[in-house]
């Protein structure tokens, strides 16, 4: 895994010194996850999170495409949703986002939060009733990044 170190540093227990990883290690992703999980539910008090993954799949079991996210306090967050180049314009990510909306208000969320790109599929969610409210212009250069909403009866 490249790592180089940065700034300069004592290294210290107290402070550590700082490496800055290109390919960081799942379970150093997973240890930052959870000290945000643990800090999110001590502050607000909130215990109901949980994760959600849909996945399509093949005859054989192999994966053709799907959605991970999670949901925590009345809200469904999807973070990934992905079809195969095979699959896509045939309904697969439309099938993908009903089942995370079941799943959402069988959940008792009060909405679904999402984040593309305006050059992935703004029109596709829109036409599934979500609404753009926040945009970061230049995420990546010449695009933008959406934030999009919708929310549950």
Same mark, same amino acid.
């Given at each position: 895994?490249? @790592? $180089?170190?940065?700034?300069?540093?004592?290294? @210290?227990?107290?402070?550590?010194?700082? $490496?800055?990883?290109?390919?960081?290690?799942?379970?150093?992703?997973? *240890?930052?996850?959870?000290?945000?999980?643990? *800090?999110?539910?001590?502050?607000? !008090?909130?215990?109901?999170?949980? *994760?959600? &993954?849909?996945? #399509?799949?093949?005859?054989?079991? @192999? /994966?053709?495409? &799907?959605?991970?996210?999670?949901?925590?306090? @009345?809200?469904? +967050?999807?973070?990934? #949703?992905?079809?195969?180049?095979?699959?896509?314009?045939?309904?697969? !990510?439309?099938?993908?986002?009903?089942?995370?909306?079941?799943?959402?208000?069988? /959940?008792?969320?009060?909405?679904? $939060?999402?984040?593309?790109?305006?050059?992935?599929?703004?029109?596709? +969610?829109?036409?599934?009733? *979500?609404?753009?409210?926040?945009?970061?212009?230049?995420?990546? /250069?010449?695009?933008?990044? #959406?934030? #999009?909403?919708?929310?549950?009866?």
């Amino acid at each position: 895994m490249p @790592s $180089v170190a940065a700034g300069p540093s004592d290294n @210290s227990a107290a402070d550590g010194r700082l $490496v800055v990883e290109t390919e960081p290690g799942l379970e150093d992703i997973r *240890f930052l996850e959870d000290g945000l999980i643990d *800090f999110n539910i001590q502050t607000t !008090g909130i215990t109901d999170g949980s *994760f959600i &993954g849909i996945f #399509l799949r093949g005859s054989d079991g @192999s /994966r053709t495409g &799907g959605l991970y996210g999670w949901v925590w306090g @009345s809200t469904c +967050y999807v973070r990934y #949703l992905f079809v195969a180049e095979s699959l896509r314009k045939q309904g697969q !990510g439309t099938r993908l986002m009903r089942a995370v909306e079941v799943e959402a208000r069988a /959940r008792n969320c009060r909405q679904i $939060v999402l984040e593309t790109h305006s050059f992935q599929a703004p029109g596709f +969610y829109r036409k599934l009733g *979500f609404d753009v409210i926040g945009r970061v212009e230049g995420y990546p /250069r010449g695009h933008g990044y #959406l934030t #999009l909403v919708k929310l549950l009866d």
